[in-house]
């Protein structure tokens, strides 16, 4: 087997746990701030780890690097503060497709900006995108329409209050 599909499925693994340990963090009430602090600065120390035992020198970063690095911190930042406010409003399974079908903007990107040719495949994969987000968003709709309908059953069947005298 190819390396890159090693680390294909070893981003795949890491990326699924992160959504599985995001939904333990909401299950336990973990305040999400203080949870991507702590992500961000593991992955800091992990990261840094690694660079200085590949490379065997001090950790060492051009301006340009760190130009491009923080604005896409920030970015991510934001992404998983997004993702936790998503998870704890809704289904873990409904914000983990829609985080996975935004792979799609990256592409269009990709095409119009670096002029990436576009095969039959990816033409049908973004034609697709929009048609899955439209049926979450109808999923939802419906899901939410059922729950309120639950709780009006449950409070019009709910005995009613006794007066106190």
Known sequence: MHSGYLFMIAGLLCFSTLGVFHKIADVK???PAAVNALIYLWSLLFAIGVATLIS???LAVPISVATIAIPFGISA???I????AGIRHGDIATSWLAINLSSGIPTVASILIYGESLSTRKIIALMLIPASMALLWMDKRRSD???RAHRAENLASA???QERA
Do not use: I, T
């Open 29 to 31: 009430q973990c305040r």
């Open 56 to 58: 065997g020198r001090s």
């Open 77 to 79: 930042s934001v992404a």
């Open 81 to 84: 503060l997004a993702f936790q």
């Open 145 to 147: 329409q059922a729950h």
């Open 159 to 161: 005995p009613a209050p």
